[in-house]
């Protein structure tokens, strides 16, 4: 086997886990991971060679720009306090904590590269969390936290690592020059992202067809990234800056082929790449490991304690850190999502797995410093990171499941039902607000009038029957049986006439292209009526 054929093998494998994870309960990175660390034990499988430095920018993009489609900016915005204290002071702490460790520990490490160490594993993977937050049935505030803190640690575990890889490699460090540098690449970050997002937004108005709107969002992460890297700012923040600004701006409500479109293609983005990149975790985890054959004593050791350290001082962060923040929330009454209980707190606790950023950092490592010699305890470095990732990727990813079950934890299904009853409710009313300007400046037949009135009944009532009363709700099921048998004929006839200009493909004389637009008819005809 190539390596071709290995990646193709393993973007099958990251389509094929996604139906086998939803039928176990488990995260499907997770599995991917195994998938890869079973591949990797195979003789005929080669070891993949990617050039650490390809790893962060044609990975992370797309996959930070696809879990931000989840979201929005006001959930940001209104967690802002819980997403400062887990993104940033959680991931300096964590930094801090591992590197006194490994320096105390570690044989031949520096100060500079057991900071290194701390950064690469501070940050819990914002794929892994959304992943499984997503299958879990999690509380929302409990899920807003998760991808706020996965989506921004990034940011200051990155820069973190830069600055502690630059003094290591040149021997000096200065706090106030490390100061500056993480303000200015937020700065550029923040800067790159508002300027390509207001540039792509008005792009997508000028090309308007869908196709070309996709395109053009699949080329915005990488180009945030890049650029903002070349300015030497943050290119993660960067990617989440201009991805919050489209998310918000991108697409017109009445613009529904692009939205639907887009939609589609990045979740087929998202599974993808979050497949591919989870499969080479579970590659490279044999690899290292393997190099560290004949010396597994001290190895196993320094690991085993920087793991105690990474999942222990999270733990130890979060149960105080949730109490205070409860209480000043009941103190200022202030619309910000929060763990309500220790339960939620301790899941949220064993929901921090390490993962893709955690791998690419640590492969990153350069190989020598500006003088020549080699990098510090790189090896070292290279198999303690990869034993976090393995323990709290495979380890709390399989056993997370089971917590959430044994704790209790799960969403509050009547606050959920409660929004989407009462956002069924705004649409009803908006539908007859406007169906009432109409009939004022236009004169419609009254049969034609009381049709329209029942639809945008019927509009909010499908969404939510409960925004109906007893008996407009027993009218409104007879009349959405009638139309639910019309729609299985109208179905059947439409496929009929689907069949029918397929079969003309086969046809002398037939043109491909007039075939493609009047079944392209069709489709729209189909997607219109569901």
């Known amino acids: 086997m190539d390596q071709l054929a290995l990646f193709f093998a393993i973007m099958l494998a990251a389509i094929v886990m996604v139906p ?25 499988v080669p070891n993949i060679e990617i050039n650490p430095d390809l790893i962060l920018p044609l990975v992370l993009p797309p996959l930070l720009y696809a879990s931000v489609q989840r979201t929005s900016w006001r959930q940001f915005a209104a967690n802002r306090r819980a997403i400062f204290l887990l993104a940033v002071a959680l991931v300096f702490l964590t930094t801090a904590a591992v590197a006194v460790v490994a320096n105390a520990v570690v044989s031949g490490i520096t100060v500079a590269s057991a900071v290194t160490l701390g950064a690469l594993v501070a940050p819990p993977d914002p794929v892994a969390a959304t992943a499984v937050a997503g299958s879990l049935g999690l509380p929302r ?35 106030p020059h490390a100061i500056l540098e993480f303000v200015l690449s937020a700065v550029v970050a923040v800067a790159v992202g508002l300027a390509l997002g207001w540039g792509a937004n008005k792009l997508m108005g000028v090309v308007g067809d869908a196709t070309l709107q996709i395109g053009l969002s699949l080329l915005v992460p990488f180009a945030s990234y890049a650029i903002a890297e070349g300015l030497r700012g943050s290119g993660v923040l960067a990617v989440l800056t201009a991805a919050l600004f489209l998310t918000e701006y991108a697409f017109e409500a009445d613009d529904v082929s692009a939205r639907l479109a887009g939609n589609t293609f990045w979740e087929i983005v998202d599974t993808l790449v979050t497949g591919i990149a989870f499969g080479l975790i579970g590659l490279e985890i044999h690899h290292v490991f393997s190099a560290a054959a004949g010396n597994w004593g001290p190895l196993l050791r320094d690991a085993g304690l920087v793991v105690a350290v990474v999942v222990g001082i999270r733990l130890l962060y979060l149960l105080p850190a949730a109490a205070i923040a409860k209480r000043l929330h009941k103190l200022r009454d202030m619309d910000e999502d929060i763990p309500l209980t220790w339960r939620e707190t301790v899941t949220m606790w064993w929901a921090g ?40 990727l495979v380890l709390q990813g399989l056993t997370l499941p089971w917590l959430v079950r044994r704790l209790g934890v799960g969403a509050d299904v009547e606050e959920e039902h409660d929004q989407e009853r009462a956002l069924a409710l705004r649409a009803m009313k908006a539908a007859r607000r406007r169906l009432k300007e ?6 419609l037949d009254e049969e034609l009038a009381e049709m329209l009135y029942h639809r945008a009944v019927d509009l909010g009532a499908r ?5 109906i009363d007893e008996e407009r709700r027993e009218s409104h099921a007879r009349r959405a049986k009638r139309i639910k048998s019309l729609r299985r004929i109208q179905d059947d006839m439409l496929s009929a006439a689907r069949h029918e200009v397929l079969s003309a493909r086969s046809e002398p004389g037939s043109d491909p292209e007039i075939v ?9 005809r189909s997607m219109r009526g569901a």
């Open 463 to 467: 969404i939510s029957p409960d925004v």
């Open 438 to 443: 109409i009939e004022s400046s236009e004169s």
């Open 516 to 524: 493609d637009r009047v079944l392209r008819h069709l489709d729209l």
């Open 141 to 175: 505030r409990m899920i807003s936290i998760l991808e706020g803190e996965g989506l921004f640690n990034d940011v200051t575990a990155i820069v973190l690592y830069h600055v502690a890889v630059a003094a290591a490699l040149s021997g000096h460090f200065s706090l």
């Open 353 to 392: 797995m390490r993962g893709v950023a955690s791998v690419a950092l640590a492969l990153a490592i350069p190989l020598t410093t500006d003088h020549g010699d080699p990098f510090p305890a790189r090896a070292q470095l290279l198999f303690i990171a990869f034993s976090v990732v393995l323990v709290t």
């Open 20 to 44: 086998v994870a939803d039928r176990v309960g488990l995260p499907s990175p997770v599995l991917m991971t195994v998938v890869g660390g079973v591949l990797a034990l195979i003789p005929q």
